[in-house]
Antibody, heavy 120, light 107 residues
Framework: EVQLVESGGGLVQPGGSLRLSCAASGFTFSDYEMNWVRQAPGKGLEWVSYISSGGSTIKYAESVKGRFTISRDNAKNSLYLQMNSLGAEDTAIYYC?????????????WGQGTLVSVSS | DIQMTQSPSTLSASVGDRVTITCRASQSISTWLAWYQQKPGEAPQLLIYQASSLASGVPSRFSGSGSGTEFSLTISSLQPDDFATYYCQQYNSYSITFGQGTRLEIK
């Protein structure tokens, strides 16, 4: 069974940093492209970042470019999101999401999400 | 970025109804469009990809159509489990964007 489990969310002050993790199981993690998608409370979905299966290609939404860094460790079946210079606009549930093969660009499995709250 | 606009924002319907949700892209995205269902407190679930292909395990009452800039999601006969929020998503380019969502509620 495919499972994605996020962790690392919490309350952080404006300007602070946080590192999210996503532990994957039930599939060959190194074969799949992965993404982070977020959802502000009561709002819609916003794609945040993408990383290719080997980690060589990375993309970001303009809203987080220069502040967030996506990475992965295929040996540990884990995806990460380093978030710096956080602002109130980054408050959201953060989901890790798998892109299916061969239809990359969509998200066929999602984690349960981890809540990031940015507030003083 | 490509803007995705869904209509309506809220839709009231009854069990057994046939309903259609529309999604419009600000520029052509061929058929690089997906639809998701999200229930309160849950992660989204992929319903449709490439505009009209049904994702694995999704009931056949869901269908998608369209190409270019105009797309639709149709539920042929609403079931109680279908009352949720629906999002379209384009993946013509990475930057991926979603529609604002359509809340489907019980009339």
């Amino acid at each position: 069974e495919v499972q994605l489990v996020e962790s690392g969310g919490g309350l952080v002050q404006p300007g602070g940093s946080l590192r999210l993790s996503c532990a994957a199981s039930g599939f060959t993690f190194s074969d799949y492209e992965m993404n982070w998608v977020r959802q502000a409370p009561g709002k819609g979905l916003e794609w945040v970042s993408y990383i290719s299966s080997g980690g060589s290609t990375i993309k970001y939404a303009e809203s987080v470019k220069g502040r967030f860094t996506i990475s992965r460790d295929n040996a540990k079946n884990s995806l990460y999101l380093q978030m710096n210079s956080l602002g109130a606009e980054d408050t959201a549930i953060y989901y890790c999401a798998r892109a299916p093969i061969p239809v990359a660009g969509t998200f066929d499995y999602w984690g349960q999400g981890t809540l990031v709250s940015v507030s003083s | 970025d490509i803007q995705m606009t869904q209509s309506p924002s809220t839709l009231s319907a009854s069990v057994g109804d046939r309903v259609t949700i529309t999604c419009r892209a600000s520029q052509s995205i061929s058929t690089w469009l997906a639809w998701y269902q999200q229930k309160p407190g849950e992660a989204p679930q992929l319903l449709i990809y490439q505009a009209s292909s049904l994702a694995s395990g999704v009931p056949s009452r869901f269908s998608g159509s369209g190409s270019g800039t105009e797309f639709s999601l149709t539920i042929s006969s609403l079931q109680p489990d279908d009352f949720a929020t629906y999002y379209c998503q384009q993946y013509n380019s990475y930057s991926i964007t979603f529609g604002q969502g359509t809340r489907l509620e019980i009339k």
